[in-house]
C-alpha cells in the first residue's frame, strides 16, 4: 500500500468501526450505510464484514440480500486458512441460524449453507472477538463461565 493511501485506509477503518457502533445501538439504517461506504478499502471483503453486513440486511428485512451475503461468507470460511476449525464452525452456526429463519418465512432453498452442531463447537476454542462480534446464545455452553 502507498503512503499516500494511508490516511484514507485509517478513515474507513474508523467508518467500519463506527458503522459496528450504529449496529449495536440498533441504528440499522445508518450500520449499513457505513458498511456500504467503506466497502472499497478492501481488495477481497473478509468474512466477519460479510456476515455483519448480512445480519444488518436481515434486520432491515431484506432477506434476499442477507442470504447472497451469508453465502458469500460461507464460501469464504470454507476456503480460509487463517481461521481455526472451532472459528469456521462457531461463524458457520451463527450463518445458519439466521439463514434458516429466512428458509422457514420465505421456503428458499439456502445453497451450500447448512446446519452445525452446536455441540460440536467449544466456545474455548473460539477467539474472543467472534464471540463478541457475533454472539451465539442458543450455544449451550453460552451462559457458563465467562461467556455473556
Known amino acids: 500500500m502507498k503512503i499516500a493511501k494511508l490516511p484514507k485506509v485509517c478513515k474507513k477503518a474508523r467508518t467500519i468501526e463506527d458503522a459496528w457502533d450504529e449496529y449495536a445501538r440498533g441504528n440499522l439504517a445508518e450500520a449499513e450505510y457505513l458498511f456500504e461506504s467503506a466497502e472499497d478499502i478492501f481488495d477481497k471483503i473478509p468474512a466477519e464484514f460479510l456476515i455483519m453486513k448480512g445480519r444488518i440486511k436481515f434486520s432491515l428485512q431484506k432477506g434476499r440480500e442477507a442470504l447472497e451475503l451469508f453465502v458469500e461468507a460461507w464460501r469464504k470460511i470454507e476456503n480460509s486458512d487463517k481461521l481455526s476449525a472451532a472459528d469456521?464452525?462457531?461463524?458457520?452456526?451463527?450463518?445458519?441460524?439466521?439463514?434458516?429463519?429466512?428458509?422457514?418465512?420465505?421456503?428458499?432453498?439456502?445453497?451450500?449453507?447448512?446446519?452445525?452442531?452446536?455441540?460440536?463447537?467449544?466456545?474455548d476454542e473460539v477467539s474472543e472477538h467472534l464471540k463478541k462480534r457475533f454472539p451465539s446464545p442458543n450455544h449451550p455452553d453460552w451462559n457458563k463461565d465467562r461467556v455473556q
Do not use: P
Not at 462457531?90 to 452446536?118: P, Q, W
Open 88 to 123: 469456521k464452525s462457531y461463524l458457520k452456526e451463527y450463518i445458519y441460524h439466521f439463514a434458516s429463519i429466512y428458509r422457514e418465512n420465505c421456503g428458499t432453498d439456502l445453497g451450500v449453507i447448512n446446519s452445525v452442531a452446536l455441540d460440536d463447537v467449544s466456545l
